[in-house]
Structures are given as C-alpha cells and as structure tokens.
C-alpha cells in the first residue's frame, strides 16, 4: 500500500514537472495563461514633397517606438500591427543622399483603433538646411 501511495505520488510530481517545463519552453510564466490576440490597427497615408517626385524609400515613423513603413514611389505607406491606443504622432524623413534631409510630421495626433484603418493626414517633406 505505502509502495502504491509513493508511486502515485512521484508519477505526480513528474507529470507536473513536466508541465511546467513545457510552459516554460514556450515563454509562459508558470501559472500563466497566454494572453489572446492583440488588439491592433494599422495607420496609412500619403507622404508629398515639392521638388520630389520619387519618394520611393522614404521612411515613415512614430516617434519613441519601433513602428515604421517605406513608401512606394507615390509617397504612399502603410504603418501595420499597431496597438489600439490614442495620441500617436507620424513623422516622415527621407535623405537624398548628398547630404540633403527632408523631414515631415503630421498635423495631428492619431487614434489608432482595432482591426481599422486610420487615416493620416497628409505629410508635406521640407528640405532642412
């Protein structure tokens, strides 16, 4: 009886040891459920310049964040997976390569809403000196 009690007890304990392991290999806190999907939304818009008409490669950001996009050659970008959240500002740089930047913002700060499109304001590129 004492024998059974103790394999019970040890086929137990290795069942959840080797639970807590799989949680583990796959980045889960033990204890922890995974979370659901994220709650996100994307921005587009239209990046111009006067004196550009290429502006393939420019690129397109929030400012403190990791969130970018490169436009196609008529300045149009789309900003994807972005969390539901307000107050996001969009700038927009491009360089032509001697040394010449173009820099841009939007004039307004942007609600970002799940599984929507926002739309940006347009964003003019002026030549810094």
């Excluded at 690129?59 to 050659?73: E, N, W």
């Excluded at 500002?89 to 307004?108: Q, T």
Aim: charge should be neutral; glycine fraction near 10%.
């Amino acid at each position: 009886m004492m024998r059974t009690i103790l394999l019970t007890l040890i086929l137990t304990l290795t069942m959840a040891l080797s639970a807590q392991d799989v949680d583990e290999r796959a980045g889960l806190a033990v204890g922890m459920k995974p979370v659901g999907p994220r709650h996100t939304g994307w921005i587009e818009g239209t990046v111009k310049a006067d004196g550009l008409s290429d502006l393939l490669g420019t690129i397109v950001y929030i400012p403190g964040t990791s969130f970018m996009a490169r436009t196609d050659a008529s300045g149009k970008y789309k900003i994807s997976e972005i969390p539901d959240n307000n107050g996001y500002e969009l700038v927009a740089e491009r360089s032509n390569g001697c040394g010449v930047i173009w820099r841009g913002r939007a004039d307004k700060a942007l609600r970002v809403h799940p599984a929507l499109a926002t739309q940006a304001p347009e964003i003019t590129l002026v030549a810094l000196k």
